[in-house]
Nanobody, 120 residues
Framework: QVQLVESGGGLVQAGDSLRLSCTASGRSVSYGMGWFRQAPGKEREFVATIRWIGGNPDYSDSVKGRFTISRETAKNTVYLQMNSLKPEDTAVYYC??????????????WGQGTQVTVSS
């Protein structure tokens, strides 16, 4: 089992930045970690993913150029740096661990989520 704990969410204004963190405990992260988000009334959608070994980040088109995913393997932690935030980025952000990729089915373990609210 892998336990994931997210932190760093909050209420910000449009144009501001936030950094989310997700720390894994339990079994070692084998392949990759990702960030997804879910806005009210919408499906959970892919945001970013990164290979645990080698990096190779990938992003959804909606966040490319504004968000950066990174990992610190010694701390079993993955980060999501979010810049130039927009109201449409408002959602609960979930960390996931498992395989690398953009599909929810690639990930076996999920965090509890952290709320990000961007006001206009």
């Amino acid at each position: 089992q892998v336990q994931l704990v997210e932190s760093g969410g909050g209420l910000v204004q449009a144009g501001d930045s936030l950094r989310l963190s997700c720390t894994a405990s339990g079994r070692s992260v084998s392949y990759g970690m990702g960030w997804f988000r879910q806005a009210p009334g919408k499906e959970r959608e892919f945001v970013a993913t990164i290979r645990w070994i080698g990096g190779n980040p990938d992003y959804s088109d909606s966040v490319k150029g504004r968000f950066t995913i990174s990992r610190e393997t010694a701390k079993n932690t993955v980060y999501l740096q979010m810049n130039s935030l927009k109201p449409e980025d408002t959602a609960v952000y979930y960390c996931a661990a498992g395989n690398f990729g953009i599909s929810r089915s690639n990930y076996k373990y999920w965090g509890q989520g952290t709320q990000v609210t961007v006001s206009s």
